[in-house]
């Protein structure tokens, strides 16, 4: 049983976009690979074959987890969100108060996660940590390096 995930309109129509990609074409492009390795004769010492075999396996379990995805998924209604506390799809902008260092965030579902982008996964540690927090809230999180306190100094869209 998978777990419901939320997506964004254009983080849905991404993964689904993935998914065509995958079921058009990169599944017949490895089929033919297949194809071309089995008329190379012997299969029992045909490497070219079995890198062809492990890239179709490797390729279904991808094309099957992003159905489970796309079918457990519920879109997020963005004009709903609230910003007087730190939600899904907030923008937050956050102070470590041990170096001064200041940071923007979008806290963003799994799927839709993109550091350089400034979009941190709703999973991260730092993203759980500021959940529910408001403005002007100290917290201390704690990271793979130890514990890190950072201030929220505002919530946007």
Do not use: C, H, W
């Not at 690979?33 to 070219?48: P, T, V």
């Not at 074959?49 to 890239?55: I, Q, S, T, V």
């Amino acid at each position: 049983m998978s777990k419901m995930s939320y997506v964004t309109e254009a983080g849905l129509k991404k993964l689904r976009e993935e998914l065509n990609q995958l079921e058009t074409i990169e599944r017949p492009s490895i089929s033919k690979q297949i194809a071309e390795a089995r008329d190379k004769g012997d299969l029992s010492e045909n490497a070219e074959y079995d890198a062809a075999k492990e890239a179709q396996g490797l390729l279904e379990m991808r094309i099957a987890k992003l159905k489970d995805i796309i079918a457990n998924s519920r879109i997020i209604d963005e004009s709903k969100i609230d910003t007087s506390k730190v939600q899904l799809l907030n923008k937050v902008k956050i102070k470590n108060l041990k170096n001064g260092a200041q940071m923007t965030y979008t806290l963003v579902p799994e799927s839709e996660a993109d550091l350089k982008a400034g979009k941190i996964s709703i999973s991260t540690p730092i993203a759980k940590g500021l959940l529910g927090k408001i403005v002007g809230d100290k917290v201390d999180i704690k990271v793979p390096s130890g514990m890190m306190t950072f201030e929220v100094i505002e919530i946007s869209l």
